[in-house]
């Protein structure tokens, strides 16, 4: 299980007048994962999820509360959590000149994968995220689905048991947005513990057992998708968020 409990993130900026403020990204959220369970984290641009998501995958340090893998943190053992951790970012930058192929090869090494387990772990990636026919081309000259599916395939080479996926079909035609979906389903059965970061409403409506709506860095709502629409007298999770922050706000 991966526990989350009253996480907050502080940090400064300067205003107009060059004065220091202090504002919270992350204030005072909690949550549960279960294993094979996919769990949303939506919101806005600007929610503060992907503060949220780095600090889960820590890569940020939170300001206060906790954050447990099973009976593991951070404190104690964070190498042995980083290597169960599969983390992508939203702005991840791969190596152009490599061949998928061959970054593949690089993070299997990077994580201690065996050799003798690397190449059937490449294949069954590959097959898994339909790369078989790009796996040998220059990254360089794959489209923007296909670049995707390697930045997930890079984080997946070492069979983590923790997915930390941040906005992985942003920008994405439908056909590479199934693509993704379809093997996160996949892995869900594999009885992974699963965070997927959207601002698509309707994605994370398909896919998540179990939602948690953050606005302004709070968490404004949480429950199973049905449990969200029902509170709120919505059909969707669309209308849901916009019911709970009380429409449009244009600030």
């Known amino acids: 299980m991966l526990e989350v409990c009253d996480l907050k993130k502080k940090f400064v900026k300067y205003n107009e007048k060059h004065q220091k403020e202090e504002f919270y990204a992350n204030n005072g959220i909690s949550f549960k994962a279960k294993e094979g369970e996919i769990i949303g984290i939506l919101g806005p641009n600007g929610a503060g999820k992907t503060t949220l998501l780095r600090m889960i995958a820590g890569i940020l340090e939170p300001t206060s509360g906790t954050i447990s893998f099973g009976k593991l943190d951070y404190h104690h053992n964070e190498i042995e959590i980083k290597k169960s951790i599969a983390y992508l970012s939203g702005n991840t930058k791969l190596y152009n000149t490599l061949s998928p192929y061959e970054l593949l090869k690089m993070c299997g090494n990077i994580y201690g994968v065996p050799k003798d387990k690397l190449e059937s772990r490449i294949k069954e990636i590959s097959k898994k995220l339909n790369m078989d026919s790009f796996l040998y081309n220059r990254i360089e000259n794959l489209s923007t689905g296909q670049t995707q599916r390697v930045n997930i395939a890079r984080c997946l080479v070492h069979d983590p048991k923790y ?89």
């Open 163 to 251: 997915y930390i996926l941040d906005e992985a079909t942003s920008g994405l035609d439908i056909i590479s947005s199934q693509i993704i979906l379809d093997f996160i389903k996949e892995e869900k059965k594999h009885g992974k513990i699963i965070l997927y970061s959207t601002h698509y409403m309707e994605e994370a409506e398909n896919i998540c057992d179990y939602v948690i709506m953050i606005n302004k860095g709070v968490l404004i709502k949480e429950g199973t998708p049905t449990a969200i629409k029902k509170d709120t007298k919505t059909t969707n999770l669309r209308d849901a968020f916009f019911c709970l922050i009380g429409g449009v706000s244009y600030e």
